[in-house]
Nanobody, 127 residues
């Protein structure tokens, strides 16, 4: 499995921005499928936000998320990012980085095929 460690969380005022990072190891830097998810409250399911694969294709769960969030990866293909803008209290929660360790070249990188997860990092949007 892929090892994932999130960082960059914290407390931000409404309307602010935040960039989350996820350091990945144990994966192929040529063929990968990774994404970001959020759990809004204890007991609630993790909601997919965005995924990115090695072809450069990014997919967002909806148009609202796509307008405000950007998923990207560094040139070494070891650190995944989520740039979040125009944050609202509804964006608060635990953010998780995830990877599909079985992803193959030419495959489909979807929201529901992740099998490796980071421990998560809290993000709080509050004034």
């Amino acid at each position: 499995q892929v090892q994932l460690v999130e960082s960059g969380g914290g407390v931000v005022q409404p309307g602010g921005s935040l960039r989350l990072s996820c350091k990945a190891s144990g994966h192929s830097t040529n063929t990968y499928c990774m994404g970001w998810f959020r759990r809004s409250a204890p007991g609630k399911a993790r909601k997919p936000l965005a995924v990115l694969d090695s072809s450069g294709r990014a997919d967002y769960i909806d148009s609202v998320t796509e307008r405000r969030f950007t998923i990207s990866i560094d040139s070494a293909k070891t650190t995944l990012y989520l740039q979040m803008n125009s944050l609202t209290p509804e964006d608060s929660g635990i953010y998780y980085c995830a990877a599909d360790s079985y992803f193959k070249f030419g495959g489909f990188c979807g929201f529901y095929g992740m099998d490796s997860w980071g421990k998560g990092i809290p993000v709080t949007i509050s004034s």
